[in-house]
């Protein structure tokens, strides 16, 4: 049982720079994998990144390779994105997740389906 909670979203320009965080319940923050996701109006849920429950393995999507980074610290019991070089199209309700089931290595990009526990959503939004 994981209880999730982001935060860090807000207005920014594009170019601009956000770093969202996602505290997490519990004692056994360190045995889950965890993963952002995102939601623009009128669309699915699109997947970000992922991170595996050690943080050796990384999954990002083409669309933020080279400008989002994915970081945890299970001491803490948070896994946070720093978004750099921000665009209009990143627009969106961005989520965090657990998954119960842990990577080892991220071969293939994780579907929404196999997320287990989720945040309610931060919004951030890039003017251009």
Same mark, same amino acid.
């Given at each position: 049982? !994981?209880?999730?909670?982001?935060?860090?979203?807000?207005?920014?320009?594009?170019g601009g720079?956000?770093?969202?965080?996602?505290?997490?319940?519990?004692?056994?923050?360190?045995?889950?994998?965890?993963?952002?996701?995102?939601?623009?109006?009128?669309?699915?849920?699109?997947?970000?990144?992922?991170?595996?429950?050690?943080?050796?393995?990384?999954?990002?999507?083409?669309?933020?390779?080279?400008?989002?980074?994915?970081?945890?610290?299970?001491?803490?019991?948070? !896994?946070?994105?720093?978004?750099?070089?921000?665009?209009?199209?990143?627009?969106?309700?961005?989520y965090c997740?657990?998954?119960?089931?842990?990577?080892?290595?991220?071969?293939?990009?994780?579907?929404?389906?196999?997320?287990?526990?989720?945040?309610?959503?931060?919004?951030?939004?890039?003017?251009?």
């Amino acid at each position: 049982q !994981v209880q999730l909670v982001e935060s860090g979203g807000g207005l920014v320009q594009a170019g601009g720079s956000l770093r969202l965080s996602c505290a997490a319940s519990g004692r056994t923050f360190g045995r889950y994998d965890m993963g952002w996701f995102r939601q623009a109006p009128g669309k699915e849920r699109e997947f970000v990144v992922a991170i595996n429950w050690s943080g050796a393995s990384t999954y990002y999507a083409d669309s933020v390779k080279g400008r989002f980074t994915i970081s945890r610290d299970n001491t803490k019991n948070t !896994v946070y994105l720093q978004m750099n070089s921000l665009k209009p199209e990143d627009t969106a309700v961005y989520y965090c997740a657990a998954d119960a089931h842990r990577h080892t290595y991220y071969y293939t990009m994780p579907a929404v389906s196999e997320y287990d526990y989720w945040g309610q959503g931060t919004q951030v939004t890039v003017s251009s």
